[in-house]
C-alpha cells in the first residue's frame, strides 16, 4: 500500500465515532429520546448526550452535555439544562481541569474539587459497563456519585437526594436505564447504534 493509502486508513480510524439511540418511556408513553455519542481521535475522547422530554406535567426539558478527555483524563464537561419557560429555570455546570484538581461553575457560582483527575463520569455509563468504578463524576451537579454492583447484575448510581438510577448492561452494552423521578419512574430503553 502506498503512502497515501497508509494515510487514508490512518485518518479514516483515527476519528471513530460511535452513536447509541435510547427512547424515554414515562408510564406507557414515549416522552423523548436521548442521543449519545462518542467520539474518538488519538488520545482525545469526546461524549455527547442530547436528550429531549416532551410531558404534559413537565411541560418541556433539553439535556446537553458534552465532556471531553484526554489521555482518559477529564479535561472539560459543560451540562445545559433547559426546562420550563423563564431564564432562572434553566441549570449550567461547568467543569474544568485546573493545574491542582478541578474547578466547577455550577448556577453561577464557582468552586473547587481537590480531585487530581477524574476519569469516569456518568456520561461514560452509556458506553462502557462500570466494571470496578465506585464512583462517576456527574456532569449535571458537578460531584461524585457513587456506583454499586447489585445482586441482580444491575449497576445502582445514588444522587445526592437519595434517588437512585438503575442501569442494566448485557454483553457489556448499556439496554436500560430506570430512573426514579419524584412523579414516578423513567425508563431509557436502547433501541439503535449508529
Known amino acids: 500500500m502506498c503512502c497515501f493509502g497508509w494515510a487514508l486508513l490512518l485518518t479514516a480510524s483515527a476519528a471513530a465515532g460511535q452513536t447509541r439511540i435510547y427512547e424515554i418511556r414515562y408510564g406507557n408513553n414515549v416522552i423523548g429520546t436521548l442521543d449519545a455519542r462518542q467520539e474518538t481521535a488519538g488520545v482525545i ?3 455527547f448526550l442530547k436528550s429531549r422530554v416532551q410531558m404534559k406535567l413537565l ?14 483524563v477529564l479535561h472539560t464537561a459543560k451540562a445545559m439544562r433547559l426546562q420550563g419557560k423563564s431564564a432562572a429555570d434553566n ?3 461547568y467543569t474544568e481541569k485546573a493545574a491542582k484538581g478541578y474547578t466547577v461553575t ?15 463520569c ?5 458506553f462502557s459497563e462500570p466494571k470496578d468504578i465506585r464512583q462517576a463524576y456527574s456532569e449535571t451537579l458537578g460531584v461524585f456519585l457513587p456506583v454499586k454492583l447489585l445482586a441482580d447484575k444491575r449497576y445502582e448510581l445514588t444522587l445526592p437526594d437519595g434517588r437512585k438510577s438503575l442501569y442494566r448492561y448485557d454483553k457489556g452494552k448499556l439496554k436500560e436505564v430506570e430512573f426514579s423521578h419524584p412523579l414516578g419512574k423513567a425508563y431509557f430503553t436502547f433501541l439503535e447504534e449508529k
Open 106 to 120: 455550577r448556577k453561577g457560582e464557582r468552586s473547587s474539587l481537590p480531585h487530581a483527575q477524574i476519569t469516569y
Open 45 to 47: 475522547r469526546k461524549l
Open 59 to 72: 411541560s418541556r426539558m433539553e439535556v446537553d452535555i458534552y465532556a471531553e478527555y484526554r489521555n482518559k
Open 122 to 126: 456518568v456520561s461514560d455509563l452509556y
Open 91 to 93: 441549570k449550567d455546570t
